[in-house]
């Protein structure tokens, strides 16, 4: 089923991948399986599904769809893009191991290295990530981890997955891609050579606002196996109904992702005209400065743009207010327009220096383009500009 699954377009595996007819009714969507226990046929006798901290069905659907999506076993979902990411540091490192990441990365994975994995005697150093020289130069005889993020949130800084994956091959350390930001549909960063791709189905998987979850996708079935045993013992499985909506957001996945990046871009377009804004951020701009590399990477370059408006962080804030189309909020990836201001928000608490150096000053605004008509999006911020400056 895997090999056939595997040479169908993301748009036909996020539909079916995973999924079939519920066998019992004929139910063409997976139940809810929203049951803690399953009756067992005998004592010592081999059952799917024992406990739903271990594994349910519909969150079993879930990995189906999105390891086909990769070519990779199903993947393993979590209650929390966070959950995931823990799973993975404890399942790589050990008490006196390192892990290299790149300096911008989610705010979350900043805290949980710094304020929690640190008092278990793991070191991370974080480093300008975009140039591997920079990453090679960092390991130690106990780094077991490169961790990154690419596009890296909020500051759209890329990552060279090629480098990276060769870097990890040529050192037998093993690299992880948090790629909530593209996706599979966008960026396959296992085909890069990278051991596990992280996501937080919470952004555009889901793309509703409406769940909380995590993945991991790899195509090592050990490593998936530990992962597992992780989850069921520290109790971070996703739920049954966080799953469906998570099944039912994935299946327009391929046609969201077309539309939000036509939307970022033609946004990012129309705010560079605009003489109230300093500076846009897209991948797909020809003045990215990582432009080149974002077009071997990725053909379509996602919903996320930052900006900075003139008059720095009293600006930002007088104009997020006068926001009436985009909302401001603490997520991305869904077809609502969220506005986010990283230095108090996702990255409030990343120390400020740590902020400083990688970029995001007190006038950043990070902008998750939804599916609203772009011409809408750019007159509420027009709008806006004008309100906050009078
Ligand atoms: C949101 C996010 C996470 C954390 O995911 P949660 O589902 O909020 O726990 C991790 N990485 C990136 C890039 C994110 O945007």
Redesign the pocket.
């Known amino acids: 089923m895997q090999q056939t699954e595997s040479r169908q377009a993301a748009s036909t595996l996020a539909i079916h991948a995973g999924r079939r007819p519920d066998p019992a009714t004929g139910a063409l969507l997976t139940p809810i399986y929203q049951s803690t226990t399953y009756a067992q046929p005998g004592v010592g006798e081999d059952c799917p599904h024992t406990y739903s901290r271990d594994t349910n069905p519909t969150v079993s659907a879930l990995e189906g769809a999105l390891g086909a999506l990769e070519d990779a076993p199903p993947a393993v979902c979590f209650s ?4 995931a ?1 823990a799973a993975l540091l404890l399942e790589s490192l050990r008490c006196g191991d390192h892990v290299v990441v790149s300096e911008v990365v ?1 705010g ?2 900043v805290r949980l290295l710094r304020d929690i994995l640190a008092d278990f005697d793991i070191a991370a150093s974080f480093v300008d990530a975009s140039d591997p020289r920079r990453v090679a130069a960092e390991f130690t005889e106990r780094t077991r981890l490169i961790l990154v ?1 690419t596009p890296g ?1 909020p500051t759209l800084r890329l990552c060279d997955l090629d480098a990276l994956g060769e870097l990890s091959r040529s050192t037998g350390v093993p690299l992880a891609v ?1 790629n ?2 593209l996706t599979p549909v966008l960026q396959r960063p296992l085909d890069a050579g990278a051991e596990v791709s ?1 996501y ?4 555009f998987i889901d793309g509703h606002n409406a769940t ?3 993945a991991l996708i790899s195509r090592d079935e050990e490593r998936l196996a530990r992962l597992r045993r992780i989850r069921k013992s520290v109790g971070s499985i996703q739920a049954p109904h966080d799953a469906w909506l998570t099944l039912q957001g994935l299946k327009t996945l391929p046609l969201r992702l077309e539309r939000h990046s036509s939307n970022a871009h033609a946004l990012a377009l129309g705010l560079q005209q605009l003489p109230e804004v300093e500076h846009v951020v897209y991948p797909g701009l020809v003045d990215f400065p990582q432009h080149d590399l974002a077009r071997r990477q990725h053909t379509l370059h996602g919903g996320m743009l930052t900006f900075r408006i003139r008059g720095g962080a009293e600006a930002a804030r007088r104009f997020v207010r006068e926001l009436r189309l985009c909302t401001l909020a603490e997520n ?1 990836g869904a077809v609502e327009s969220l506005v986010t201001h990283p230095a108090t928000m996702t990255h409030g608490d990343v120390p400020a220096a740590q902020r400083a150096a990688v970029g995001i000053d007190d006038g950043l605004l990070r902008l998750s383009v939804g599916l609203e008509q772009p011409e809408d999006l750019l007159a509420d911020i027009r709008t806006a500009l004008e309100r906050s400056a009078s």
């Open positions: 929390s893009g966070m959950a990411i989610y979350g994975t993020e949130n948090d909530t930001f992280i937080s189905t919470t952004k909380v979850g995590g991305l």
